[in-house]
């Protein structure tokens, strides 16, 4: 059973350009919330896809955008790259219809991240 | 406003207990996780809490008190391999995401 995988591993841009990510959810998962993790923070909520629309957002600018695909994988895309924005970026994965052991639908399992690094 | 507190560092000894707490003031409240995360890994999930009271599973317990807006996750028995950094999270209800803490970073030494 694959678990949820994220491409690339780590990723160097420069200020101003533009990155996208991938996130493919866990097997049987359809729901995929993407977060930023900064250096010694926890994660913060960017947005979350569910049936190929955006169902909850963040607070974060217009410059972060996602997509969701048919087969439930993702994407995150952020324009005009700033040096703030140098963090792990986090894909989890969830099933709308229910968890396992008695956690509830959301509980979210995560990828190993994408490290960016913008210089 | 929307806050998570957790102490930024512990130590502790290897084979003791340690009680990791988080308080929360949420706009909305609809569980409590409790996730493990080692540097430059992804967070693992550990626990789970909606009701109060406490949750065991195996070395780790997590409690719960909503009146108070308040969570403990205990560590027993503690082994090298727990040193990492322990985020509690809350899911907001309507929100559909988890607010997590800055996190708790653990040391455990021999």
């Known amino acids: 059973d694959a678990g949820v995988t994220q491409s690339p591993t780590h990723l160097i841009k420069t200020r101003g350009q533009q990155v996208t990510l991938r996130c493919s959810p866990k097997?049987?998962?359809?729901?995929v919330s993407w977060y930023q993790q900064a250096l010694g923070q926890g994660p913060q909520f960017i947005f979350q896809y569910y049936e190929e629309e955006e169902r909850q957002r963040g607070n974060f600018p217009d410059r972060f955008s996602g997509h969701q695909f048919p087969n439930y994988s993702s994407e995150l895309n952020v324009n005009a790259l700033l040096l703030g924005d140098s963090a792990l970026y986090l894909c989890?994965?969830?099933?709308?219809?229910?968890?396992?052991?008695?956690?509830?639908?959301?509980?979210?399992?995560f990828g190993p991240g994408t490290r960016l690094t913008v210089t | 406003g929307q806050n998570i507190d957790q102490p930024t560092e512990m130590t502790a000894t290897e084979g003791a207990i340690v009680q990791i707490n988080c308080t929360y003031q949420?706009?909305?409240?609809?569980?409590l996780f409790w996730y493990q995360q080692h540097a430059g890994e992804a967070p693992t999930f550990l626990s789970y809490n909606v009701l109060d009271g406490l949750e065991e599973k195996g070395r780790f317990s997590s409690f719960l008190s909503r009146s108070k807006g308040y969570s403990y996750l205990l560590l027993k028995e503690l082994q090298m391999k727990d040193s990492a950094s322990y985020l509690c999270a809350v899911y907001q209800g309507g929100a559909n995401n988890l607010f997590f803490g800055t996190g708790t970073r653990l040391t455990v030494i021999p």
């Open positions: 989890a994965s969830s099933s709308a219809g229910g968890g396992t052991g008695g956690t509830p639908s959301y509980e979210q399992y």
């Open positions: 097997s049987g998962h359809d729901t």
């Open positions: 949420t706009s909305g409240f609809n569980g």
